[in-house]
């Protein structure tokens, strides 16, 4: 899923196409991303728009009269800006915003379609599409921490809790984490005070950093690959790769259908967390340290 710095990139650079244009019409490939039915969606034709922002991971098209277009990409819903009137690329396509600058495109991949358009009218009905959750990036410290000993979480369900921090998601939690040299398995409401102050900073920094490296490969086009998964990325889908600070393997732990990267040296103190499937499966025999993880492989 598209989380804050992909999210903002897009919002960048659709802001930078359509502020100021006139969205004639949108066309549904799919009668099933449509989520709404108040207002009409056609009430939404031929309004200019005045501005693109973010709700979390939803991105919302303003239009003049307090009218607004609120998609949320979820997994595999991803954008395309293509000229006036384009087609629908095959069965990716489920959308079409024609603007009078260009036609924006909404695709998605995969079987399960789960991306969701909403047409909305005034500022309070836009805020029931908010999670809630804190947006860092315009925070405080005590607002950061409030929200950490809040709750007793695990450090990567509380990042990746929408109702709690905005816009993260699996990805950059686990580069954050790994930025803070905190383990996931950490308890939200366990951390001192020097630990939240890191975990603050660590989410500040990857976020600006990442908004910052995307736009500069972006330049002045349009973003043509987001995805989960970037090579320069320290840990994320980093699984057995070097560690970019410590050299040692990077680990992971799967749970549900997500899965969390870490660094055993840096964040755990050299301790293996235990993945609920394989430790049950080799109970006694499951490696606590990376030393008896290379024994168990050359077994």
């Not at 024609?98 to 695709?107: A, E, K, N």
């Not at 987001?226 to 732990?253: L, N, S, W």
């Amino acid at each position: 899923m598209p989380e804050l710095p992909d999210v903002q990139l897009y919002i960048d650079c659709i802001e930078a196409r359509v502020r100021g244009a006139t969205l004639e019409r949108i066309r549904l490939n799919s009668p099933f991303v449509l989520r709404s039915v108040d207002p009409p969606l056609a009430e939404t034709h031929g309004r200019e728009v005045v501005g693109v922002r973010r709700i979390g991971k939803r991105i919302a098209i303003a239009l003049e009269g307090e009218l607004f277009v609120v998609v949320h990409l979820m997994i595999a819903g991803r954008f395309r800006w293509r000229d006036a009137g384009a087609r629908f690329p095959g069965r990716l396509g489920l959308a079409a915003f024609d603007f009078s600058s260009g036609t924006l495109l909404l695709t998605e991949a995969g079987t399960k379609k789960r991306a969701a358009i909403h047409a909305v009218s005034g500022e309070k009905t836009l805020a029931e599409h908010d999670p809630g959750g804190l947006e860092v990036l315009a925070a405080r410290l005590d607002e950061f921490r409030s929200v950490l000993r809040g709750v007793r979480h695990t450090l990567k369900r509380a990042m990746t809790d929408p109702r709690l921090l905005s816009g993260i998601g699996n990805a950059y939690s686990d580069e954050i984490l790994h930025r803070a040299r905190l383990s996931p398995f950490k308890l939200s409401d366990a951390l001192a005070d020097e630990e939240i102050a890191g975990l603050f900073a660590a989410t500040r920094e990857v976020l600006v950093e990442w908004i910052e490296r995307l736009r500069a490969e972006t330049g002045d086009g349009f973003p043509g690959k987001v995805t989960a998964f970037r090579p320069e990325m320290a840990v994320h889908g980093k699984y057995d790769q070097p560690c970019p600070v410590c050299g040692d393997p990077v680990q992971r732990i799967k749970y549900a259908s997500n899965e969390a990267n870490y660094c055993a040296t840096c964040q755990t103190g050299g301790k293996l967390l235990a993945d609920r499937g394989l430790s049950r499966l080799l109970r006694k025999d499951w490696p606590r340290t990376l030393e008896e993880l290379e024994k168990l492989r050359s077994r």
